[in-house]
């Protein structure tokens, strides 16, 4: 049985995440899990909240709660939000876990003992009134750029461009507002990036069927400008994973934590130790030791390109210095942005769709199988109401859902709610298997490639193939002259509903389940022979005929929803 360990990128704390989150990380790793499982694999896949950092301490701060109250608070809303759009995690983890705690600590220490983490002393910002260092989100103040007067100390939303705090004018505490600041001398660790990039280089090199999406930024980092820079790994902040080496404290480190981007991707390991210890798996080193079994797991990251240097070098780098035979990635799937209506989705000003309100609003399955395949893979893609609605309406309502719905309810005009007898197979009956047995073969070597925009188009083209095979079969015509070759022709497209639900289910698992348990077919698994997919359910079964599969988007409701998300989330 092959084994795949599957990570999506880990979603920050400080909020409900839009529908750019989801579609560039979460949804398209759950669509590969889902379609592993279907197909024989023993998968684990793993996700969790990113709770360290700024976002983490100023979200708490607007919310006037403690910052580990707010993450337990803010880790259950995430979870059901990911339980609402079907993600099938096999564990949804926490950064703050006593685990990773452990683990962090772990990795430090044995890249300290290699001689891969050095000393620097740097200035930084200090806030007399807050009584500690700020780092650079928590400046706030006036960009030089643009003029915009909420820019924070290492980037302007409004403008984009990079700044560093003694840039802005007026700079204030994020957390407090005051302006009483000055630089001081504190000393931080760097991991010796650079010493390691001959092995990061040639790791790179060897991921030879890596997306060009993912292998072009990774070697824009390791080889542009002054090429790969050494990075610091701690913070002056309060909450976090307490610097340690190993489990022994580090002299000049005291009352510091470790940077949030070396202590996230460690998550993806502890992780497996949660999942472990929450009673849902055992010996979760299998997964992750090549020493322990991890050397037959085929692992596979999905995330945004924001997320793809971390992940290419920083995170490689901590796993290559530590020494050990901890697994590497084998396959980073990466993804461009989705925007919306022709700007960006935005957290702070409200604009676009966000995970709590699609679901509020339309079923999970429609958000999933618009986002999939529309997946930003090639390129940026735009969301708009318009070109949502018209996909919905088309490819679920019109086609999927048409299919089913005319076929169940003629068969129950003519024979009743149970698979009729009698006929054989049509030379129409005879074209629709060989070209559904074709193009199975494309939509399983594209869910295999991960190439999900083409495995969507290639299952909405069996859908079609349905719908063509019944207008040419015309069995509600046939069956005034020859009543048993209408009912071979229905049989046919009966058995069809639970392999379209079985092929379906990565993308619309609700939807799918729902079919299958209409048509008394729960047990269906993954068709390697679509002929005899096709004959699965008998002379005799009985079925459910379902109620409307799909509901059309009305324009009413799309002009209300252009309206309501237009940027006034509170």
């Known amino acids: 049985m092959p084994r795949t360990l599957i990570t999506s990128a880990i979603p920050y704390i400080n909020g409900i995440k839009h529908l750019g989150n989801l579609v560039g990380s979460q949804l398209p790793a759950d669509l590969y899990a889902r379609y592993c499982r279907a197909r024989g694999d023993e998968v684990l896949f793993l996700c969790s909240t990113d709770e360290h950092g700024t976002p983490a301490e100023l979200a708490a701060a607007k919310a006037g709660k403690p910052v580990a109250e707010f993450c337990a608070e803010m880790h259950e809303v995430q979870a059901e939000i990911g339980k609402g759009f079907g993600l099938s995690f096999d564990h949804f983890g926490r950064s703050s876990s006593p685990q990773n705690h452990r683990l962090t600590q772990h990795f430090a220490g044995a890249l300290a003992d290699n001689g891969l983490i050095g000393e620097v002393s740097e200035k930084q910002v200090y806030s007399n009134a807050d009584g500690r260092f700020l780092p650079d989100r928590y400046i706030e103040g006036t960009c030089p750029n643009c003029g915009y007067d909420k820019a924070r100390g290492d980037q302007c939303e409004n403008c984009t461009k990079q700044l560093d705090p003694t840039d802005l004018i007026e700079p204030r505490s994020a957390i407090s507002g005051s302006t009483d600041l000055e630089v001081r001398?504190?000393?931080?660790?760097?991991?010796?990036?650079?010493?390691?990039?001959?092995?990061?280089s040639a790791w790179i090199d060897s991921k030879t069927d890596w997306p060009v999406l993912t292998t072009s930024i990774a070697k824009k980092w390791l080889n542009d400008g002054d090429g790969l820079q050494d990075r610091g790994i701690t913070r002056d902040l309060d909450w976090g994973v307490p610097v340690k080496k190993g489990t022994e404290d580090w002299p000049g480190m005291e009352g510091k934590v470790f940077y949030v981007?070396?202590?996230?991707?460690?998550e993806?390991?502890?992780?497996?130790?949660?999942?472990?210890?929450?009673?849902?798996g055992s010996d979760w080193e299998r997964w992750w030791r090549t020493d322990k079994g991890a050397d037959d797991v085929r692992y596979v990251q999905f995330m945004g390109k924001d997320n793809v240097p971390f992940h290419t070098l920083t995170f490689p780098a901590t796993i290559l210095g530590s020494g050990e035979p901890w697994k590497l990635v084998d396959y980073i799937k990466s993804f461009n942005y989705l925007n919306y209506e022709g700007g960006q989705f935005s957290t702070s000003q409200g604009r676009g769709v966000f995970q709590d309100q699609a679901l509020e609003i339309l079923p999970a399955d429609y958000w999933r199988w618009w986002l999939l395949s529309h997946a930003p893979e090639s390129s940026d893609t735009e969301f708009t109401w318009e070109t949502f609605q018209q996909d919905v309406n088309k490819d679920l309502a019109d086609v999927l859902g048409n299919f089913v719905s005319r076929v169940t309810k003629f068969c129950r005009s003519k024979w009743g709610e149970e698979v009729p007898a009698g006929?054989?197979?049509s030379e129409n009956g005879k074209a629709l298997i060989a070209e559904l047995h074709h193009k199975?073969?494309?939509?399983?070597?594209?869910?295999?490639?991960i190439e999900v925009r083409r495995a969507a188009a290639t299952l909405r083209s069996m859908w079609v193939?349905?719908?063509e095979f019944l207008q040419s079969?015309?069995?509600?015509?046939?069956?005034?002259?020859?009543?048993?070759?209408?009912?071979?022709?229905?049989?046919?497209?009966?058995?069809?509903?639970?392999?379209?639900?079985?092929?379906?289910?990565?993308?619309?698992?609700f939807s799918a389940e729902r079919m299958l348990a209409d048509m008394g077919a729960e047990g269906a698994e993954w068709p390697t022979d679509i002929s005899a997919a096709l004959s699965a359910l008998p002379e005799g079964h009985g079925f459910t005929v379902p109620d409307v599969l799909f509901a059309k988007i009305s324009d009413e409701a799309r002009e209300d929803w252009a309206t309501r998300f237009?940027?006034?989330r509170s």
């Open 566 to 568: 237009s940027g006034t």
């Open 268 to 280: 993806y390991i502890a992780c497996a130790e949660e999942w472990q210890d929450a009673g849902k």
């Open 185 to 200: 001398e504190t000393k931080h660790l760097y991991l010796k990036q650079r010493s390691l990039r001959a092995d990061i």
């Open 423 to 425: 006929g054989a197979l």
């Open 261 to 266: 981007w070396f202590d996230a991707p460690i």
């Open 465 to 467: 193939a349905g719908n």
């Open 440 to 449: 199975l073969t494309e939509y399983t070597a594209q869910m295999d490639a």
């Open 473 to 509: 079969a015309a069995p509600w015509t046939t069956y005034k002259e020859d009543p048993e070759a209408a009912a071979a022709d229905i049989r046919l497209a009966l058995n069809l509903i639970p392999v379209y639900a079985v092929l379906s289910a990565p993308f619309i698992p």
